[in-house]
């Protein structure tokens, strides 16, 4: 059994050299590869990790709804328009292409909040308005009824039409002509409070009119 071994080793034993030569680079080949693909998978994990993060952060953060208003007046492209629920009159009035030089800006609050179906008037130096011109704000009445009293400046929702119902805050088209249904079909208002009875007008909504309506 000894001799045969022997005599395989002297006829092969080149070719099994070469054989555990090349097996052991294999091996090590192998190896070297299984040590990359480990640092890799380690080193990229946390990054992947965060831009994860980053993309569920983003997708859950707040983003403010969009409102739309409408720009009369004295500015150069009078329209509709859709902004942000951050953002304030003055924005508005600038997408709206700025103010003619004839605005009367005196009394307009740039700083006030939008609200969805705002009516943003821009009236003229010395234009005489009507008492159910639209403005932007609630204030606005005090441009032509200055020596009125504060009650007599508040609008009556029991008498007011659907453009002077849109002068207050909050109040669009479709919740001034629900005011005036809900009048015809129920009567005058008995109070303030009773305008809560309207579709959309909750205490939120309330709060922002309790201080400009009135019921005569």
């Not at 942000?84 to 508005?92: G, Y």
């Amino acid at each position: 059994m000894f001799l045969i071994f022997q005599e395989l080793i002297e006829k092969y034993g080149k070719i099994l050299i070469a054989l555990g030569i090349i097996g052991v680079v294999i091996l090590f080949y192998f190896l070297q590869q299984n040590g990359q693909d480990e640092t890799s998978l380690i080193s990229t994990i946390p990054e992947q990790q965060i831009v994860e993060q980053i993309e569920e952060d983003t997708e859950s953060s707040d983003v403010p709804p969009s409102v739309i208003v409408d720009v009369k007046g004295a500015v150069r492209h009078p329209g509709v328009y859709e902004l942000s629920a951050e953002d304030r009159i003055i924005d508005a009035v600038q997408l709206a292409g700025g103010y003619l030089e004839e605005a009367e800006t005196t009394f307009i609050n740039h700083a006030q909040k939008l609200e969805d179906e705002m009516v943003i008037y821009i009236p003229k130096k010395g234009e005489k308005l009507p008492s159910d011109t639209p403005g932007p704000l609630q204030t606005f009445p005090s441009i032509t009824t200055k020596t009125k009293s504060n009650e007599q400046s508040k609008v009556n929702i029991n008498t007011a039409g659907e453009s002077e119902l849109m002068t207050l805050p909050g109040i669009g088209p479709s919740k001034a002509q629900a005011i005036i249904q809900y009048r015809d079909e129920h009567g005058a208002f008995k109070q303030i409070e009773d305008i809560k009875n309207i579709s959309g007008i909750g205490e939120k909504t309330f709060e922002k009119l309790k201080d400009s309506i009135t019921v005569r």
